[in-house]
């Protein structure tokens, strides 16, 4: 019989706007980029098709006597498993053809797991936890029967089965929130920790602008737990404006020493043609790019003989002089609209 409140065809829809409004979110913590607009449609309308299933299940029970908050926990329970599974079955390139098969099992699984701790009255906490070690074991559990079936290499699986979006986007959370916390104790005030984050995610500014040869000389130079912190930064929308310019300099300075040095970088050259670019631009202009950053920058932008080579190193210039060109160029796209 029908569960007072609780609309499970509506809910259904609302789940699934939830997962499109996330996917289609630019820079999204939730889901990686790398999803094609076909892999998008599919994970929304598989979270809508295994919710309005699990919810219809519910709601047809006659023996069940669950109130809307417990349908409505088992159906959420689906909704964000099938959605974070889904990200995992596509970035471990498990096969398409395989790929609902094992998130049908897992959906039967949540259902059957949650309901029955809901009515055992367990905490909702511990519920939680229990449905996660589920979805954990019975991911495993599928992808090793591809590998029996011949679907999957061992590789393949041992590739997969470490894939967890859930994971990466809690981990994503702790990094903003670590930023957010060490801006707001102020760099004179932090701890060691603080520092640290505040150097890694000023070496991830400057490894965005750095080739991929140099980029992963300077990550092999790392613990495997600051590359994970470092590499999170580097997808981190907006990270530049997140932390204040003078600390991300003093940063940057402090990790040189981490960058090879290269004789790839030209830097005559490279300041040759930074400056003949600056002496197109308006010195007002400049003045708004160069006010709010620390006085060695400053004059970078603005004193056309500061000796740069004396004070960075290549590939900082090489970072300068690319950040000072956006910024210059997102001027002229300004105008170029009035």
């Given at each position: ?25 630019k ?37 069940l ?85 011949g ?6 699986y ?147 003989k ?6 960075f190193?290549?590939?900082?210039i ?10 210059v ?10």
């Amino acid at each position: 019989m029908p569960i007072e409140g609780f609309d499970y065809k509506a809910f259904a829809v609302d789940l699934s706007r939830q997962a499109m409004e996330i996917l289609n979110q630019k820079d999204s913590i939730a889901a990686p980029n790398s999803l094609s607009d076909a892999d998008k449609k599919n994970i929304i309308e598989t979270v809508k098709k295994f919710c309005y299933m699990c919810g219809e299940a519910l709601s047809n029970d006659a023996q069940l006597k669950f109130n809307a908050e417990q349908a409505s926990l088992v159906t959420q329970f689906i909704g964000e498993w099938t959605f974070h599974k889904s990200i995992d079955l596509i970035n471990g390139q498990i096969p398409a053809q395989n790929r609902d098969a094992v998130l049908q099992i897992i959906a039967a699984n949540i259902f059957n797991t949650a309901k029955l701790a809901i009515i055992k009255n367990m905490p909702q906490d511990s519920i939680i936890s229990l449905v996660e070690e589920k979805v954990k074991q019975v991911y495993s559990d599928e992808l090793q029967k591809l590998v029996k079936k011949g679907a999957l290499s061992q590789e393949q699986y041992n590739q997969a089965v470490n894939i967890s979006n859930l994971n990466d986007m809690v981990q994503k959370n702790e990094e903003e929130q670590n930023i957010a916390n060490v801006q707001k104790t102020g760099n004179n005030a932090a701890s060691d920790a603080d520092k640290k984050t505040l150097k890694l995610a000023a070496l991830a500014i400057v490894m965005k602008k750095l080739p991929q040869d140099k980029a992963n000389a300077i990550l092999n130079s790392l613990s495997k737990e600051d590359v994970t912190h470092v590499i999170n930064y580097m997808k981190m929308s907006n990270l530049e404006d997140k932390i204040d310019h003078e600390v991300i300099i003093k940063s940057i300075e402090e990790i040189k020493k981490l960058i090879p040095t290269s004789d790839i970088v030209n830097v005559p050259l490279l300041l040759k043609k930074y400056r003949k670019m600056l002496a197109t631009v308006p010195p007002d202009v400049l003045s708004k790019i160069a006010m709010k950053e620390r006085e060695s920058v400053k004059d970078f932008i603005l004193d056309a003989k500061y000796p740069a080579g004396d004070v960075f190193s290549p590939h900082i210039i090489q970072a300068l002089v690319t950040s000072v060109e956006e910024k210059v160029n997102d001027y002229k796209e300004k105008v170029h609209k009035r």
